[in-house]
């Protein structure tokens, strides 16, 4: 069984700090790796799509990277701001999944102060 | 990329009564999911709604509780029926175009069940 986990659980900078979140996966048979960010009592917004072929994403700030071999993905986010206050959540789309769901980790939860 | 809409954003509701969530999307789109985001949780999926076929059921939720129907490529709707103080979670709409693309969420429906 697939579990996604998420770490840290939730974090705390200043303002303008690199920071890096922690994605896991425990079965390596992914067709891909979404992230996505979720700001209190709103839905999700997708940051980035990685296929299994792709070793990393690349959008403004945010670099996602994929090892899927050891089961792991980083979202690195450049000189943070207090607008990046948010929690983020991965989920992996499994490959012998025809009906293309996917299994969410439990998110970190992100806090940029001023 | 899609845009998602959901009718009611929230609800109040008694104990024993149903609600039916609408999700509208301004494009046709294959694959349709609807998720559960209970308090301080993660997403879980609930069930697959592709056009054309009867909705697929994770385990734990059976179609007497969640009955889903899916008319069209942009419209569906989700049923949380003789509801209880367990159900109040946040309902999340989800699309697809397929394995490889983006999935794309719906602002939720925050539901509270008294």
């Known amino acids: 069984k697939q579990e996604v986990t998420q770490i840290p659980a939730a974090l705390s900078v200043p303002e303008g700090e690199n920071l890096v979140l922690n994605c896991s996966f425990t079965?390596?048979?992914?067709?891909?790796l979404q992230w996505f960010r979720q700001d209190p009592g709103k839905g999700l917004t997708s940051l980035l799509l990685?296929?299994?072929?792709?070793r990393e994403q690349t959008s403004g700030r945010l670099n996602a990277s994929l090892d899927k071999s050891s089961g792991r993905s980083t979202l690195y986010i450049a000189a943070s701001q207090p607008g990046d206050s948010a929690t983020y959540l991965c989920?992996?789309?499994?490959?012998?999944?025809?009906?293309?769901?996917?299994?969410f980790g439990q998110g970190t939860e992100l806090s940029v102060k001023p | 990329s899609a845009v998602i809409s959901q009718k009611p954003s929230r609800d109040i509701c008694q104990r024993g009564t149903s609600l039916t969530i609408q999700c509208q999307v301004d494009?046709?789109?294959?694959?349709m999911f609807w998720y559960r985001q209970q308090p301080g949780q993660s997403l879980t999926l609930i069930a697959t709604?592709?056009?054309?076929?009867?909705?697929?059921?994770e385990s734990g939720f059976v179609i007497d509780k969640f009955p889903i129907s899916r008319p069209n490529l942009t419209f569906s709707t989700l049923t949380v029926s003789n509801m209880s103080p367990e159900d109040s979670s946040i309902y999340l709409c989800?699309?697809?175009?397929?394995?490889?693309?983006?999935?794309?969420f719906g602002p939720g429906t925050r539901l509270t069940v008294t």
């Open positions: 989800s699309v697809g175009r397929d394995r490889e693309s983006e999935q794309y």
């Open positions: 079965d390596s048979a992914i067709y891909n």
């Open positions: 990685i296929q299994s072929s792709q």
């Open positions: 989920a992996v789309r499994l490959i012998y999944n025809q009906g293309g769901k996917l299994i």
């Open positions: 494009s046709q789109v294959t694959m």
């Open positions: 709604a592709n056009q054309g076929s009867e909705a697929t059921y």
